[in-house]
Nanobody, 117 residues
């Protein structure tokens, strides 16, 4: 079992920055990738960014956030971060942390990010 607890969401003006955190606990040795999805009202959940949990730590980003968002991890704290800069109103959504591995996929509870004009 893997548990994911998110924090850092809130209200910010366009052009501002926000940092999301996802603290993972449980049997993490089976996890191969972690990342963030987001879902706006009336839309399907979409990929934002991913990071591998192996030593390589390769990352991937949605085209809409490239150059603005950075995903990273602190292995000693079992925590994944999403640094969001130059935020736009279209970034408004509920952001979900996830972890994927051989034993299944796990999701955080979601944290609301609202970007005003």
């Amino acid at each position: 079992q893997v548990q994911l607890v998110e924090s850092g969401g809130g209200l910010v003006q366009a052009g501002g920055s926000l940092r999301l955190s996802c603290a993972a606990s449980g049997r993490l040795f089976s996890i191969s990738v972690m990342g963030w999805y987001r879902q706006a009202p009336g839309k399907q959940r979409e990929l934002v960014a991913t990071i591998r949990t192996d030593s390589g730590g390769s990352t991937n980003y949605a085209d809409s956030v490239k150059g603005r968002f950075t995903i990273s991890r602190d292995n000693t704290k079992n925590t994944v971060y999403l640094q969001m800069n130059s935020l736009k109103p279209e970034d408004t959504a509920v952001y979900y942390c996830y972890a994927n591995g051989a034993w299944g996929t796990y999701w955080g509870q979601g944290t609301q990010v609202t970007v005003s004009s």
